[in-house]
């Protein structure tokens, strides 16, 4: 079985700061890891997904991630925030056998402050 | 394309009651999937449908169940309405080819409160 553990239940930050969303894994086969993004009153956005390859990945919005097999990690950064990218965002894997089945963490809330 | 459509997008049911909720995935996705979220429990699977059949299956007790039809939309339906089951329903759908890599488009959700 996978689960995700998102360190962080909350992250408040000034506008134009640089900011780091944890996301740490368990897992005894391979996974697929992911990052979504639920702005209030709406549904999950993907912003984006580590597949194989380069272990930094770019997504929507200037958001990118890192994978660290050794430290079971995928942390999601931006160098500069926005008070548009006040959200919910969720790390979430699936083993990369078989259908795809999401086990998300519980979310970070991030608050951009002007 | 359109999206993601889920309805109706607020419900409120008394416990002991059933309930059905609606997806229409995107033109030409062949997966729904369903996912319940709770602020206790977080985003939990349910069950995925494709080609009318259900694929995966979450932990989650027999009073929830779902169909898909031949056009790819699906329906969930909990039965037996419990005070826990208030929560925001969230369908996705993909392509469907039965790949862990896909990307998943989710829809707003329904939210259902059960008094």
């Known amino acids: 079985a996978q689960s995700v553990t998102q360190l962080d239940s909350q992250v408040p930050v000034f506008e134009e700061a640089p900011v780091e969303l944890r996301c740490n894994y368990s897992s005894s086969v391979s996974v697929y890891l992911f990052w979504y993004v639920q702005y209030p009153n709406q549904g999950l956005q993907l912003l984006l997904k580590?597949?194989?390859?380069?272990?930094l990945v770019k997504g929507i919005n200037g958001f990118e991630a890192e994978f660290n097999k050794s430290q079971t990690s995928f942390h999601l950064r931006k160098p500069s925030v926005h008070i548009s990218d006040t959200a919910e965002y969720f790390c979430a894997v699936t083993r990369t056998q078989g259908a795809q089945k999401l086990v998300f963490g519980q979310g970070t809330r991030l608050t951009i402050n002007p | 394309k359109a999206g993601v459509t889920q309805t109706p997008r607020y419900l409120i049911k008394t416990r002991g009651q059933q309930v059905t909720l609606s997806c229409s995935p995107i033109s030409g996705h062949r997966s729904v999937s369903w996912y319940q979220q709770t602020p206790g429990q977080g985003l939990q699977f349910l069950f995925e449908y494709f080609s009318e059949t259900q694929r995966n299956k979450g932990n989650f007790p027999g009073r929830f169940s779902g169909r898909q039809f031949s056009n790819s939309r699906s329906e969930m339906n909990v039965s037996t309405l419990e005070l826990g089951d208030s929560a925001l329903y969230l369908c996705?759908?993909?392509?469907?080819?039965?790949?862990?890599?896909?990307?998943?488009?989710f829809g707003p959700g329904t939210r259902l409160l059960v008094l």
């Open positions: 996705a759908s993909s392509l469907g080819t039965g790949g862990a890599e896909e990307t998943q488009y």
């Open positions: 580590y597949l194989s390859g380069s272990t």
